[in-house]
C-alpha cells in the first residue's frame, strides 16, 4: 500500500514546449512594447522584436495575453544595436563586421514575486565586410531577434 501511494504521488512531467509553467495559478502575460533606445536605429526593428516575442509566448504557452494586471508581466527596452569590426584581413583592412543587439527586460511574476528580475539579453551575428549592412540586416537582425527572445522565454517561464 505504501508503494502505491508513492507511485501515484510522484509524478515526472514532460512538456515538449519548454515552458514550465503551473496554469492552475499563472494564466495570464502583460507583454509591453519594448521601445528603441539605441543611438543606432534600425526602423522595422522594432516591431519585429515586439512581435516576435508576442508569437513566443503565444504559440509556446497556453498564456492569455492582456493588457495590464498579467500574471507576468514582459517590459523593457532596446538598449543596443551596433556594428563593429571582428577581424582584419592581411591587407589591413576589415574583413568580418559584427552587428550585435542588446536588450533589457523587466520580469514580474505576480504569483511568486521571488521570480522577479531585471537583466540584459544579446546576440550577436557576424557578416563579410564586402556586403553592406544593407544587404545582410534584415536577415541578420530576424536571427538575433529570435535567439533573444529565446533566452528571455528560456529565463521567464522555462527555468532553465
Not at 40 to 46: F, L, S, T
Given at each position: 500500500m505504501v508503494v502505491c501511494l508513492l507511485l501515484t504521488g510522484c509524478s515526472v512531467s514532460y512538456k515538449f514546449n519548454g515552458a514550465?509553467?503551473?496554469y492552475?495559478?499563472?494564466?495570464?502575460?502583460?507583454?509591453?512594447?519594448?521601445?528603441?533606445?539605441?543611438?543606432?536605429?534600425?526602423?522595422?526593428?522594432?516591431?519585429?522584436?515586439?512581435?516576435?516575442?508576442?508569437?513566443?509566448?503565444?504559440?509556446?504557452t497556453r498564456l492569455q495575453q492582456v493588457k495590464r494586471k498579467g500574471d507576468l508581466k514582459l517590459e523593457g527596452e532596446i538598449t543596443r544595436y551596433d556594428q563593429r569590426n571582428k577581424s582584419v584581413s592581411s591587407e589591413g583592412y576589415s574583413a568580418m563586421t559584427e552587428l550585435s543587439m542588446t536588450v533589457n527586460v523587466r520580469f514580474t511574476n505576480n504569483v511568486n514575486h521571488a521570480e522577479d528580475f531585471e537583466q540584459q539579453f544579446s546576440a550577436t551575428q557576424s557578416f563579410e565586410s564586402t556586403q553592406s549592412l544593407n544587404a545582410v540586416q534584415e536577415e541578420l537582425v530576424a536571427v538575433m531577434?529570435?535567439?533573444?527572445?529565446?533566452?528571455?522565454?528560456?529565463?521567464?517561464v522555462a527555468n532553465w
Open positions: 514550465s509553467i503551473d492552475t495559478k499563472t494564466k495570464t502575460i502583460e507583454i509591453a512594447e519594448f521601445p528603441i533606445r539605441s543611438s543606432y536605429v534600425w526602423g522595422p526593428m522594432g516591431p519585429l522584436f515586439n512581435n516576435q516575442l508576442k508569437d513566443q509566448f503565444n504559440s509556446h531577434i529570435k535567439d533573444i527572445c529565446d533566452q528571455i522565454f528560456n529565463a521567464t
